[in-house]
């Protein structure tokens, strides 16, 4: 059988890398792909990135399923063009994914569905906005309304600051029809809650957790995430469960009675207080990056028999009553980033130190992979191409047996200003 990645970033390197391994699998194509996939054995990058394009290109070749791993493709309706062609497609449809390409639309919807997530206002006038920021208590958080890489993310801790991203997001030059969510702050612990869903059952994925500011100890702008690690310790089991009845299936219950019946990787960021309760920070509709190289390399199940389940619900049994496989060891990843990164990203930078595309640096149990995200080849050499070049991912008995081996890859490989985070995994270290 045959697979279609759509995207170009570590989400999608990952994506592929392990539907590769499924058994009935013969081929996975990735559109258009980066360099890690053009080396990589059983990949097949394919230079086409026009949604209508991919579908024909689909049916042309018999893809059994197609992925898709950005939030961009699902916001411009990649899954309903390839259902009006007949074509399995796992994601959710443009209606769907407004839980991620809309903050306001997904503030709005947990208000009405009873889903816990911090208080919130929604402007359009910037004027307004800035007296909201003046009166309201610090930090204050100013999120872009639409789709922003991870980065449309302001978490001020003076009025200064939250000033400043208001007028970033809505002053002058700001595009027509700009909105910001204003909201208060939420203090705990960060976690990545990732489940499959078929649009009449869930089920969930290893926990994970991202660090999103550029530098250690959380310092620095936000960003589209510097490393993450799977399983996450702050996660227990009875967060889990009220993760998954205060917040999940509320949630698809909800859309479903909205007419958006969700399907795909829905994605909660949540906070977790000290007294582990948890509060939703943002949905996503795919798959999180750096979350899903450590997710998937834990996964020991079949990604392409899952996910073609999911994106066909009748055929098969429900998700719920599917027992996923795990490696019972920590996977953690470190994000190796371009120079100026997140503001101004160079490229062109040759990669050198990179361990061969088809062999795993120890390959008697992957202990450690590289996954590309921004990476082209030129001339036969890979150069950085983007802002997040690579992630670092390695297995390990505990999660510092898994940072040492992670780094220990990360300082042979270099390019001209390369900045990655010393720190990933160090909350759960310190437990």
């Given at each position: 059988?045959?697979?279609?990645?759509?995207?170009?970033?570590?989400?999608?390197?990952?994506?592929?890398?392990?539907?590769?391994?499924?058994?009935?699998?013969?081929?996975?194509?990735?559109?258009?792909?980066?360099?890690?996939?053009?080396l990589?054995?059983?990949?097949?990058?394919?230079?086409?990135?026009?949604?209508?394009?991919?579908?024909?290109?689909?049916?042309?070749?018999?893809?059994?399923?197609?992925?898709?791993?950005?939030e961009?493709?699902?916001?411009?309706?990649?899954?309903?063009?390839?259902r009006?062609?007949?074509?399995?497609?796992?994601?959710?449809?443009?209606?769907?994914?407004?839980?991620?390409?809309?903050?306001?639309?997904?503030?709005?919807?947990?208000?009405?569905?009873?889903?816990?997530?911090?208080?919130?206002?929604?402007?359009d006038?910037?004027?307004?906005?800035?007296?909201?920021?003046?009166?309201a208590?610090?930090?204050?958080?100013?999120?872009?309304d639409?789709?922003?890489?991870?980065?449309?993310?302001?978490?001020?801790?003076?009025?200064?600051?939250?000033?400043?991203?208001?007028?970033?997001?809505?002053?002058?030059?700001?595009?027509?029809?700009?909105?910001?969510?204003?909201?208060?702050?939420?203090?705990?612990?960060?976690?990545?809650?990732?489940?499959?869903?078929?649009?009449?059952?869930?089920?969930?994925?290893?926990?994970?957790?991202?660090?999103?500011?550029?530098?250690?100890?959380?310092?620095?702008?936000?960003?589209?995430?510097?490393?993450?690690?799977?399983?996450?310790?702050?996660?227990?089991p009875?967060?889990?469960?009220?993760?998954?009845?205060?917040?999940?299936?509320?949630?698809?219950?909800?859309?479903?009675?909205?007419?958006?019946?969700?399907?795909?990787?829905?994605?909660?960021?949540?906070?977790?207080?000290?007294?582990?309760?948890?509060?939703?920070?943002?949905?996503?509709?795919?798959?999180?990056?750096?979350?899903?190289?450590?997710?998937?390399?834990?996964?020991?199940?079949?990604?392409?028999?899952?996910?073609?389940?999911?994106?066909?619900?009748?055929?098969?049994?429900?998700?719920?009553?599917?027992?996923?496989?795990?490696?019972?060891?920590?996977?953690?990843?470190?994000?190796?980033?371009?120079?100026?990164?997140?503001?101004?990203?160079?490229?062109?930078?040759?990669?050198?130190?990179?361990?061969?595309?088809?062999?795993?640096?120890?390959?008697?149990?992957?202990?450690?992979?590289?996954?590309?995200?921004?990476?082209?080849?030129?001339?036969?050499?890979?150069?950085?191409?983007?802002?997040?070049?690579?992630?670092?991912?390695?297995?390990?008995?505990?999660?510092?047996?898994?940072?040492?081996?992670?780094?220990?890859?990360?300082?042979?490989i270099?390019?001209?200003?390369?900045?990655?985070?010393?720190?990933?995994?160090?909350?759960?270290?310190?437990?």
């Open positions: 059988m045959k697979a279609l990645v759509i995207g170009a970033g570590g989400r999608e390197h990952a994506l592929a890398w392990k539907l590769a391994q499924g058994e009935r699998v013969q081929a996975v194509f990735v559109a258009p792909g980066n360099a890690g996939t053009a990589e054995p059983r990949l097949k990058n394919v230079a086409i990135t026009d949604l209508a394009e991919l579908a024909q290109f689909a049916l042309d070749e018999k893809i059994d399923l197609t992925v898709v791993g950005p961009a493709a699902l916001a411009a309706g990649a899954v309903d063009i390839f009006e062609r007949g074509l399995r497609i796992f994601g959710p449809t443009k209606a769907a994914a407004e839980l991620e390409s809309s903050k306001a639309f997904a503030k709005a919807f947990m208000k009405r569905h009873a889903i816990p997530t911090a208080a919130y206002q929604v402007f006038d910037a004027g307004a906005a800035h007296r909201h920021v003046d009166a208590a610090l930090p204050i958080v100013v999120k872009a639409g789709l922003a890489a991870g980065k449309g993310v302001v978490v001020a801790a003076t009025r200064e600051e939250a000033h400043a991203a208001v007028e970033a997001m809505l002053g002058a030059g700001a595009p027509a029809g700009s909105r910001v969510v204003v909201e208060e702050f939420l203090d705990g612990e960060e976690a990545s809650f990732i489940v499959v869903c078929d649009g009449r059952s869930v089920l969930a994925l290893a926990t994970s957790q991202d660090h999103k500011r550029l530098g250690d100890d959380d310092r620095g702008p936000n960003t589209g995430g510097m490393g993450a690690y799977s399983p996450a310790p702050v996660v227990t009875n967060v889990h469960a009220r993760v998954m009845h205060e917040i999940v299936l509320p949630t698809l219950a909800g859309m479903a009675a909205e007419g958006r019946p969700f399907s795909g990787f829905l994605y909660a960021g949540l906070m977790i207080d000290a007294n582990g309760a948890p509060k939703t920070v943002e949905f996503n509709c795919r798959l999180g990056d750096p979350e899903a190289q450590p997710i998937l390399m834990r996964l020991k199940s079949d990604l392409f028999e899952l996910l073609l389940q999911a994106a066909a619900p009748h055929d098969g049994q429900r998700l719920d009553e599917v027992e996923l496989q795990w490696d019972r060891r920590v996977a953690l990843g470190v994000v190796m980033a371009a120079a100026g990164y997140p503001a101004a990203p160079r490229g062109g930078d040759a990669i050198i130190g990179l361990p061969a595309a088809d062999a795993d640096i120890d390959s008697r149990d992957e202990t450690v992979k590289v996954f590309h995200a921004g990476t082209a080849l030129r001339g036969g050499a890979v150069v950085s191409a983007g802002g997040r070049v690579l992630c670092v991912t390695a297995l390990g008995d505990s999660t510092r047996l898994a940072q040492q081996r992670a780094y220990e890859v990360v300082r042979t270099s390019f001209a200003g390369a900045q990655w985070r010393s720190d990933i995994g160090q909350r759960a270290i310190r437990g």
